[in-house]
């Protein structure tokens, strides 16, 4: 089964390092489709004469890629489409993959009303009118074939700003124009070029059975090339304070969801949901300690259930870099507000804590930093390095951000050699922009391709009763598990205000048994769900058991 996935917008180099990961993990076949932010991508035989202005002058990066071709645009309005697909060993098989691509393309525009799509002789791609007069170039295409795996793809041109093209000699060639599907006369929307790439991709390269996943369009759509003032500002790894939770309502009408059909926040638990205050000296040791050493703990401000149950035992999770979070993720209960600078010795009072409560694991995280430049990785390092050497014999794990996929500040991170490396996707591919507007599903599956590339042992975390469904947890479980990670945690939402994204559903503790199964059956080497489980729930036991299993997942 072809397991195909739309995006939304993605960074190049997120996309990068998350075709990578699923390079590496050969059981799955799949097929990216996305957008990217405004790129000039250099191919392995690239002219640089080709290149005729300096990219940054008009708001484009520029990335070298290991792809085959010249230089190529990518940019809003353009579907990317990245088959990530066991080919069949045979002689010529790259210009036979390629001729295979470059027909499911020419069969998609077919469907769409674009008749006169085709071959040119001697030029790869799809063409608009290849025997006529003024043959134009729709859909670039360059891939790269390993180890029979295939990676990149193809870039159709659906609505782009055609202009962008004009700054380079595209793919080499000087003497053709490009064109796109809306110059050529057609107003059909990305929706429904995407949809009909999964089908017909799913007949060409699979058993004709796909599972598709989408992040949504309704936060994209527009008639230009370029995003609404208002959705600029919602748009991942921006350096703000992200729109306030009171626009939750907005957000859940533009991606379709009607809060009717949800549970009211004064809806009775379940027996199972109902923890028990423990309030012990185990407890009040915890609660001293964090408060003689001025430290926040995000089992207080995240109002976890486990506080009692895990302070009880001795372990808390440290949150560092201030109490206020740049972001607005409509499930969290921290605060939203404009931080307050780091402070320098955070790091050692946290590694002092850690010594006093002789703990054996500890477990460290952190509010969004958006405002600073590493998004707070220099911190989680500092961190991190402190209690390996005031105390060196206890295990750390860090539950990070994205730093909106920057990889010098990620490598802060990864350098300092964290004993568990945790990333929380927090929900399905569907929800992501209602859940978590300043976030998005393909980073945060690349920070934790980035990690395990790093040679970490990788965690996520998903979130049940949100109104996902179990196809879609499934999915999830399976992209965490096709990227590398070792642990996964899932476990019930509990709504912490009536300003926050309603529950749905409670997920009954046998449902939660079938999700690790599923989880597993993947092959993540320990998935820890029911309803109580938090991140950093079992956090110690979870490590523990996978170390001990050998189960880690090796790329």
């Not at 159709?156 to 700054?167: E, I, P």
């Not at 390095?385 to 990889?407: F, H, M, W, Y």
């Not at 309603?502 to 997920?507: G, K, Q, Y």
Request: overall charge neutral.
């Amino acid at each position: 089964m072809l397991q195909t996935r739309w995006l939304g917008r993605v960074w190049y180099k997120d996309a990068q390092a998350l075709q990578r990961a699923l390079f590496a993990s050969k059981a799955e076949q799949y097929l990216l489709l996305l957008e990217h932010p405004s790129v000039y991508t250099l191919g392995v035989r690239t002219d640089l004469k080709n290149i005729l202005i300096d990219p940054a002058s008009v708001g484009a990066e520029m990335i070298r890629t290991d792809r085959g071709g010249d230089v190529t645009f990518h940019g809003p309005g353009q579907l990317v489409g990245y088959p990530i697909l066991n080919i069949r060993d045979e002689v010529d098989r790259t210009p036979k993959y390629v001729h295979r691509l470059e027909q499911v393309i020419i069969d998609v525009l077919g469907e769409l009303g674009l008749d006169n799509a085709g071959r040119l002789e001697g030029y790869p791609g799809v063409w608009v009118d290849p025997k006529g007069a003024n043959p134009r170039k729709i859909c670039a295409i360059g891939v790269k074939i390993t180890r029979n795996r295939s990676m990149h793809g193809f870039a159709l041109n659906v609505n782009t700003d055609l202009s962008m093209f004009g700054h380079i000699i595209p793919c080499g060639i000087a003497d053709k124009p490009v064109t796109s599907l809306e110059k050529e006369g057609s107003s059909v929307s990305m929706e429904d070029v995407v949809e009909k790439f999964a089908q017909l991709s799913s007949e060409a390269f699979d058993d004709g059975t796909y599972l598709h996943q989408s992040v949504g369009f309704k936060r994209y759509e527009r008639s230009g090339g370029s995003l609404p003032r208002a959705e600029k500002a919602a748009f991942p790894g921006e350096n703000r304070v992200t729109e306030h939770k009171s626009n939750l309502s907005k957000r859940m009408d533009r991606s379709g969801i009607d809060a009717g059909d949800f549970l009211t926040i004064s809806s009775r638990k379940p027996e199972w949901l109902r923890a028990k205050a423990n309030m012990g000296p185990e407890y009040r040791d915890v609660k001293r300690t964090m408060r003689k050493f001025s430290l926040v703990t995000v089992c207080e401000e995240a109002g976890c259930p486990n506080i009692f149950e895990c302070w009880a035992d001795g372990t808390a999770t440290f949150m560092i870099n201030g109490e206020n979070c740049t972001r607005a993720c409509s499930f969290c209960l921290v605060e939203t507000n404009h931080p307050a600078p780091l402070d320098p010795m955070e790091p050692t009072r946290v590694a002092n804590a850690v010594k006093e409560m002789n703990l054996s694991y500890a477990v460290v995280t952190a509010v969004a930093r958006d405002d600073l430049p590493d998004g707070g990785a220099g911190a989680f390092a500092a961190t991190i390095n402190e209690i390996r050497r005031i105390a060196p014999e206890t295990q750390v794990e860090v539950l990070i951000s994205d730093c909106k996929g920057d990889s010098t500040s990620l490598a802060k991170v990864f350098d300092a050699r964290p004993d568990v490396l945790n990333h929380n996707l927090e929900t399905v591919a569907r929800l992501q922009y209602v859940v978590r507007p300043s976030a998005s599903y393909a980073r945060s599956l690349s920070v934790l391709a980035r990690a395990k590339d790093a040679g970490l042992v990788t965690k996520s975390s998903l979130i049940a009763g949100m109104g996902e469904t179990k196809e879609e947890l499934a999915a999830a479980l399976r992209d965490l598990a096709s990227v590398g990670t070792d642990i996964v945690t899932i476990g019930q939402y509990l709504r912490p205000t009536v300003n926050h994204f309603p529950v749905a559903r409670w997920i009954t503790p046998e449902e939660f048994c079938e999700l690790v199964k599923i989880g597993e059956g993947f092959g993540i080497g320990h998935v820890e769900a029911s309803p109580m489980v938090r991140s950093s729930y079992h956090a110690k036991s979870s490590f523990s058991m996978i170390a001990n299993s050998g189960h880690l997942i090796q790329v």
